[in-house]
C-alpha cells in the first residue's frame, strides 16, 4: 500500500470582537475545507502547513503546533493518506486563490463554520481546533 502524507491548518482571524475561520473549496470535487497540501522534499510537518496555506491563499500565518490533528483517510484503492492539521492565526486577511486548486476562499464566523465544511472528518478537526483555540486566547 502506498502512503501520502499533508499538512495545513485551521486559519483563525478576529474579525472585530468575533473569531472566524478561513474555508477553501477546492476545484477538485468542490468541498469546503481547510488550507493542506503535500509534504515535499525534508520538510517539517509545521514547514509545509505554512507554504501550502500561502501557495493556496496567499496568507501568512503563525503557526501553533500546540494543536496537532491527525486524519487518516484512503483517497483511492491502495493509497493511505495522513493529513496533519494544526492552528494557524493570520497575519493579514487579503486572500489570493491558487487558480489551479482553489476555486473560493471566504471567511466565516466560528459558529457557521461546520455548516461549511463538507467532511466529517474535517468537522471533527474544525471542533478540535475551535476548542483548543478558545482555550488558549482568553
Known amino acids: 500500500m502506498k502512503t501520502e502524507k499533508s ?25 469546503w ?3 493542506k ?3 515535499e ?5 509545521e514547514e509545509t502547513a505554512l507554504r501550502e496555506i500561502r501557495e493556496e491563499t496567499g496568507l ?4 501553533d503546533s500546540g ?7 484512503s ?9 496533519v492539521y494544526f492552528v494557524a492565526t493570520a497575519d493579514n486577511s487579503e486572500t489570493v486563490a491558487q487558480e489551479d486548486e482553489i476555486s473560493q476562499i471566504k471567511w466565516v464566523y466560528i459558529e457557521d463554520a461546520i455548516n461549511h465544511v463538507s467532511y466529517e472528518n ?14 488558549n486566547n482568553k
Open 37 to 39: 497540501g503535500h509534504v
Open 67 to 73: 494543536y496537532r490533528k491527525v486524519v487518516t483517510y
Open 7 to 31: 499538512c495545513g491548518a485551521v486559519v483563525f482571524r478576529k474579525s472585530g470582537n468575533r473569531n472566524q475561520i478561513l474555508l477553501i473549496k477546492h476545484v477538485n470535487g468542490g468541498h
Open 122 to 135: 474535517d468537522k471533527k478537526v474544525l471542533m478540535g481546533a475551535i476548542e483548543y483555540y478558545i482555550d
Open 41 to 45: 522534499n525534508n520538510e517539517t510537518e
Open 33 to 35: 475545507a481547510f488550507p
Open 75 to 83: 483517497p483511492k484503492y491502495n493509497v493511505k493518506k495522513d493529513v
Open 60 to 63: 501568512s500565518v503563525k503557526l
